[in-house]
């Protein structure tokens, strides 16, 4: 029986020497950690460009009602609006410099409203005044001019005005 009880007593001292490591509840310390797992964003790989050949700077029509030209002998439909060339091919639209390319993938956000509300039937003004590759170069430049003028005069009238009580 002394032996049970040394063999306890040696134990109750290992047990109280352990007990001070062995960490305890804070009571009022409570973290809770939500990780909602927030996906990233899709990765959109967008269509190769469309294979173009047109031989020959083509002629344009304005469409009536835009500032957008077409260009009705190219073999595919083209179009020039603001200084670049546009082309819509399964949907999915393409931007360029210049009427041959190269051509760049257009994100939807990026198409310039002007063919948003083009007109389905732009293809039947083919028989227009036509407008030859470097008329259209030169007479985008003139409007792109008076636009400019036109906004510069706006944006200073506005200015002049800008801070005076009505």
Not at 29 to 41: A, F, W
Not at 81 to 92: A, L
Not at 114 to 139: E, N, T
Request: glycine share 10%; proline share 11%.
């Amino acid at each position: 029986m002394q032996m049970k009880k040394r063999g306890l007593i040696i134990a109750g001292i290992i047990m109280g020497a352990l007990l001070p490591g062995v960490p305890r509840s804070a009571g009022a310390d409570v973290t809770i950690n939500v990780d909602l797992g927030v996906p990233p964003p899709p990765v959109v790989v967008a269509p190769p460009p469309p294979r173009v050949v047109v031989a020959a700077p083509p002629e344009v029509v304005l469409i009536p009602g835009t500032r957008v030209y077409f260009a009705p002998d190219a073999g595919i439909d083209i179009f020039f609006y603001s200084g670049r060339w546009y082309r819509k091919h399964h949907g999915t639209w393409y931007r360029a410099a210049y009427y041959n390319g190269p051509w760049v993938y257009l994100p939807p956000r990026k198409v310039p409203a002007a063919f948003v509300h083009l007109p389905g039937d732009c293809r039947v003004y083919s028989g227009y005044r036509r407008i030859s590759y470097g008329q259209l170069k030169k007479k985008w430049k003139e409007e792109e001019k008076e636009r400019r003028k036109h906004w510069e005069k706006h944006h200073k009238h506005h200015k002049h005005h800008e801070g005076k009580d009505d």
